[in-house]
């Protein structure tokens, strides 16, 4: 069974930081595009970053760029999300995803795998 599993969501105050985690079960996970995304109240789902997991450059929305860091453990079949410099505007509940490949940009409609989501909290 495919499993997508998000930690590390939390209230923080701006300028803050939080380490957003996923760890996948279930499939290869090697060799598959694992993507970040997020949703605001009565916002659409915004992709924020990406990667190819086992060697893939990663790929990040403007939103995201020089802020937020995507990263993995093979070893582990986790994919982190590093959010630096916290903004109130960040606030959404997070999601991780899985695709078989990547396409720039990070569009939710490549992916077929998604995680139950973890909320981020940021205050001004």
């Known amino acids: 069974q495919v499993q997508l599993v998000e930690s590390g969501g939390g209230s923080v105050q701006a300028g803050g930081s939080l380490r957003l985690s996923c760890k996948a079960s279930?499939?290869?996970?090697?060799?598959?595009?694992m993507g970040w995304f997020r949703q605001a109240p009565g916002q659409e789902r915004e992709g924020v970053a990406q990667?190819?997991?086992?060697?893939?450059?990663?790929y990040y929305a403007d939103s995201a760029k020089g802020r937020f860091t995507i990263s993995e453990d093979n070893a582990k079949n986790t994919v982190y999300l590093q959010m630096n410099s916290l903004k109130p505007e960040d606030t959404a509940m997070y999601y991780c995803?899985?695709?078989?490949?990547?396409?720039?940009?990070?569009?939710?409609?490549?992916?077929?795998?998604w995680g139950q989501g973890t909320q981020v909290t940021v205050s001004s």
């Open positions: 990667l190819l997991t086992g060697g893939g450059g990663p």
């Open positions: 279930g499939y290869t996970y090697s060799r598959n595009c």
């Open positions: 995803a899985a695709a078989s490949f990547c396409i720039i940009p990070v569009r939710e409609r490549n992916y077929n795998r």
